[in-house]
């Protein structure tokens, strides 16, 4: 599971969110104080990407993962050659 680890009204915080509300993925979002210097920082099966270089980085791998899945799970429709129904 992907976790999104935020800032209530942190600008990076809301643009790593819309990138991943973009892809229609699930994730969770956790608010955390401002206290914690990390933040915002992701985690998915107990790794975290803190840094925004990081952040970048499994962003985009996550993209490209998501893309290539769907362009194989694309819906198709074909007619049936021996009595012409569609689908």
Do not use: N
Not at 1 to 19: C, F, N, P, V
């Amino acid at each position: 599971m992907i976790t999104l680890h935020t800032l209530a009204k942190d600008l990076e915080s809301k643009k790593i969110e819309e990138r991943l509300k973009d892809l229609v993925i699930a994730f969770q979002k956790m608010e955390h104080d401002a206290e914690d210097s990390d933040l915002p920082y992701i985690e998915e099966d107990g790794k975290k990407y803190v840094s925004e270089k990081d952040i970048e980085e499994w962003l985009r791998k996550l993209e490209a993962e998501v893309s290539w899945s769907r362009s194989l799970s694309g819906d198709g429709c074909y007619i049936d050659p021996q009595d012409g129904t569609i689908c």
